[in-house]
């Protein structure tokens, strides 16, 4: 059962930020695992759309969404990512973040969903990296690349997000990352208060370890909002260790495919719960849309969160 949108205690910030309250995403595909690895994962914009319900129905105020091909294939289109959005929005009214993540130097059509569909908040890669797996058992490669995200790429993407009224989630795989959005800042390009995404133990990133996060937290802009995404094994450890911090949590199939029994999830929902139950074993409570919105910086949705973020 939601909860009714009313805050809890005296907020303890000079901004009026009601630190119990936490902010629950959920990223419902990703890009790269099928259904051979996990059978719930959603491809097609009305599964893509039942999931997002499943996960606002379990307490999420967000989900972070990636465009798939009916086949399951990746795909940037633009009317596919609007024909998710008008799915998502005839089920609930869950806050939507979409993916702009490419290897590719062109981001045309990321710019042009940003400009058409308008999401409240859209995923930023903020830096390059090695973007790798390694399997103990065969000692070899899974996957092996260099995910390029240059200051030209990002700076296309941040252009198109504030014509849009989009908040930038600025995903940050290492310290590097993070200090490196300052002259974004500097350029305007990038409007605090500013909203971290603090990628944990994908190899070619920062580790998962409770410090890591505190590191990463002391490096960001005063204000900042943060959450924190633990990728496969530990993931439930770091979404503990950001409960207790003060941060945000994500969690969802994109991330991790098991619950903490080591039962695979059968729906993003199911992953959610746990999450959310995690927020309240803690003594915080998750946000309700409304209230993930004015955390945020989203206000009334796209076009107010222009001016506020």
Known sequence: MREKPTFTGEPRDPNGRDPDICVVTCALSGVLAGRKQCPAIPYTPVEIAEEAKRAYDAGAAAVHIHARNDDGSPTFSPAVFARIKDEV??????????????????????????????PEIAALNMGTMNYSKYSRARKTFDFDMVFPNTYAKISKLLDA???AGTKPELECFDTGHTQGTWPLVDMGLLRPPLQFSFIVNVLGGIPAHVESLQLQTRIMPPGSEWEVIGISHGQWRMLAAALVLGGNVRCGLEDHFYLPSGEMARSN??????????????GRRPATVEEARQIL???????AGAAAS
């Open 269 to 282: 929902g199911e992953l959610c719960e746990v999450a959310v139950r995690m927020v309240r074993d803690v």
């Open 161 to 163: 997000m504030n014509e």
């Open 297 to 303: 910086g989203l206000h009334d949705g796209g076009a």
């Open 89 to 118: 929005r005839k089920r609930c009214p869950v806050i939507l973040n979409f993916s702009t993540g490419t290897l590719l130097d062109d981001v045309s059509e990321q710019c042009a969903t940003l400009r058409e569909s308008r």
